[in-house]
């Protein structure tokens, strides 16, 4: 794994990320526009695991910066918010569907064929176009498996998170754990080497001294201003983190 300098700040707020934003400046970073562009230098994408109000204030940052991004969200009661989703999508944001569709299946591959029939129409309400997978590390089935038994054409999507995106051209950065590309990021691992950044202060640096196409992927509920929110998510994380690299060690062997 390789790192940079470490640059002490605090992180992970809306703070941290408008510095990001305005580093990256004006453009399409939705997956849409990567699949049918060939000049696409970010991939912006968000994973709303917990938290649509976080996603919504990312959403309308980014607005402000006339920045559009990829929101991808999962199929449950207390996520799937046609309101919520509406505004985003009305920021000129690319609304995508969170699929977990194996872990919801237990890996039966047949019920998991019907719940995506099921889920995926959903969608079109937005127009969307591209999926991205759930890594839920507590279980043990692989959302991207489903793949292996169905053909993304088959349901008229045009392009899925990890698959459709050439790894071997593109530097992917991940928040999975609350830290950039920490060795907790073992189902939404994109390259093969990840590239350790201790900061979001660190990404904007790496990015400055790089020329290359960067694929940024955020889960909204681990960024807040709220000072006991921020201390909240910090501690119940590093718990958490404990427990996927239990998970992760045992994987190995």
Known sequence: MQKI?????KDFTLNSY???LRKIGPRDCTLLHYLKNNDSEYIIRHDVDKSLGNALKMAMIESQY???????????????????????????????????VMDKAKGDLISAKKLFGEEWPLF?????????????????????????????????????????????????????GRGWNTSVSFKDKGNKVLIKVYSTNDL???????????YIMTHPQYWSDNLIIWIKIKFLESIKNIIKRIIKNKLKH
Do not use: C, Q
């Open 18 to 20: 408008e510095k990001l």
């Open 204 to 214: 904007i640096e790496y990015i400055n001294k790089t020329e290359d196409r960067y």
């Open 66 to 100: 006339e920045i559009k991004s990829s929101y991808y969200f999962r199929v449950k009661p207390n996520l799937f918010n046609k309101n919520i989703i509406n505004k985003i999508y009305n920021l000129g944001h690319e609304i995508g569907y969170h699929y977990e």
């Open 124 to 176: 079109k309400e937005w127009n969307s176009k591209t999926v991205a997978m759930h890594g839920n590390p507590l279980t043990s089935y692989n959302n991207l498996d489903f793949w292996k038994n169905n053909k993304l054409s088959d349901y008229d999507v045009k392009g899925e998170a990890y698959l459709s995106v050439d790894f071997d051209t593109i530097k992917y950065f991940t928040d999975t």
């Open 5 to 9: 300098k470490n640059n002490k700040m």
